[in-house]
């Protein structure tokens, strides 16, 4: 009878236990960092391979430092701290928020608190240059301007810091001093060193320059954006309206004019680099082709599917095309080739229908595909010349994870290094003895390890156990796949109360994104918006999430097949989902719902409109709704021109469709989005009214496409969440 007792005993706790789990917030989840994780902060690899550099606060001296630990005997010494740090202006502690060593790592660079950040830029502006001399101990300012400053880096000897300011390059010496300036001609329009909007958000580069490996030269590219057509957006928050205007061109538009030169830091004479009469291109990648004399440049077509890779002489200018690559639809954003100490190079393409990696000769001559299968390589981290040993991430145990690897040169001895099911990155160690491991799934928030370069772990430096996730009712994610009508698998994900009920009806959520080459069902820790999925499953929702045919990591075909027609596919895959849930007892199909933003809005809007019938409701954040609005490179990369394609224009954009509007619709817009711009929500809002249809619209006066800031991020998901309450 005890036994009995102790039993319901227990069942009662157990019960207890359940109903006192803690129910999420919006506050907590947007307005404090109640659920925030650790990592490592500043880490550098030195030299040799065997130790790294990091900050961290000391509560003893409350202040930030550089330190030093060496991996084997996990030692940590302080280098030097911003107590340490005191400029003649100010006996305050300087910030130590930024760092670089100097190659020889005899000295450290430091960077003053930077002017406010620069609008319509992706690149963060730095301060004023401060070099620390660790032998001497001796801290001092080399640069003093109130101008932001850019993409700083030491020469190769150290000897020299370069930099770019108002659009032009320049060079201290670190030991004298002295200033010089690389060129001159840096106007608001003609940018050298750095980039126009367009080529920093779609080509992923800011750093527009580089040193020769001697230290002499600097190759930059020069952009002229003067021909691009203005956009203009206002400030709000002033008395007769303050107009910001940016340089931002749109399908069909002129682009900047761009070049490469090779400028002597001496003599300060520049050779221009033959590209080409056309100048109708793009020259996304650029970078020493291993010595003093040779550069190699990268050169697109307009359309985006023919891509040259050139060697560049830097004395003439002269280029000769080594390599090409061309595709019948498009060619995703352009890597760089990497080269080993005998001249030879790797380069990564989709030529075989998946991302893979391949060994060629300098002059373009295919040794072997290293990697091969239906699997996609994710990220390359590098080669190990001592044992002819390549590093890798891929897809290859399944597209919703991420491992890493190691193989051969000639494609030999795979390896796979990790293990544990869901998402690995690492930073390898120069000589790649070790490297540092960020490891998460749906459940685990990011653990930082240290391991050797075989995968063996060392020690754990982050665990991020987030005990205070406990004192809540996780739900469960649950991986799958679907095949759709005409017989296409999709993989797919949803999220479950913790105390999900099959017997019972539940609303859906459907979180999408969608655009080309991303992926959304992925076994990793999903941050803040995981913590609101969670939230709206102890509110009774399910959300769910699929890879629509256009994602990536499924190989070519599979990505591709939305050229010249965006929207179609996706939202067709969008639908399957929500006939493949009708089919599931516990799912309510008359209360269906769709969020996204950016991409993902753009979804919405379609899928909202396309899906009438299957979509109760839906927001959209930040949404393009018609490709003409947007810019060159992404949307002549997918759709051509609207000259060229103007059916495909119009059948991919949602103000075609706004009559056939049923549901409950929540439009948001941030009016200073530099990125999508707030006249694609005008105009879909026109579209709407003209149609007669009513619809909810939130904007956010003078805010770009994140919408955060104090207190905003905690109002947007307010907002989302009582629409949601309210509509689904």
Known sequence: MKYFHRLVYILMIFVFQIHAQKQFTLEDIFNSRKFSGKSLLGTHWMNDGKSYSFTEFDTVTKSMGVYVTDVKKNSKILVVNSAQLKTKESDKPFPVFNYLWSPDEKQILFISSPPERQYLSRLMPAGNYFIYNLAAKTFKQLTDVSEPQYNQKFSPDGSKLGFVRNNNIYVVDISSGKETQITSDGTEHIINGKFDWVYEEEFGISDGWRWSPDGKKIAFWRLDENRVPEYTMTEWDSTHLKLITMRYPKPGDQNSIAKIGVADISTLKTIWIDTGDDDNIYLPRMQWGGDNNTLVVEKMNREQNLLEIMYADAASGKTNVFLTEKSDTWLDEPTTPVYLKNGNFIWMSDRDGYNHLYLYKKDGTLINQITKGQWEVDNFYGVNEKDNTLYFSSSEISPIERHIYSVKLDGTKKKQLTNEAGTHSVNFSPTFDYFLEYFSNVDTPTKVRMNDGNGKLLRIMEENEMSVLKEYSLPKTTFFSFTTSDGQSLNASIIKPADFDSTKKYPVLFYTYGGPGSQVVKNSWGGQNYLWYAMLAQKGYLVFMLDNRGTGFRGSKFKKITYHNLGK?????????????????????????????????????????????????????????????????????????????????????????????????????GTSDDNVHFQNSVNLVTALQKANKQFSTMYYPDKNHGIYGGTIRLHLYTLMTNFLLEKL
């Open 569 to 669: 596919w996706e939202v067709n895959d969008q639908i399957e989902g929500a006939k493949y849930l009708a089919t599931l007892s516990y799912v309510d199909k008359n209360r269906i719902g769709i969020w996204g933003w950016s991409y993902g809005g753009y979804m919405s809007c379609m899928t909202i409109l396309n899906g009438a019938d299957y979509f109760k409701t839906a927001i959209a954040v930040a949404p393009v709704t018609h490709w003409k609005f947007y810019d060159t490179i992404y949307a002549e990369r997918y759709m051509g021109t609207p000259e060229a394609n103007p059916e495909g224009f119009k059948e991919s954009s949602p103000l075609t469709y706004a009559d056939k509007l049923k549901g409950n619709f929540l439009l948001i817009h």
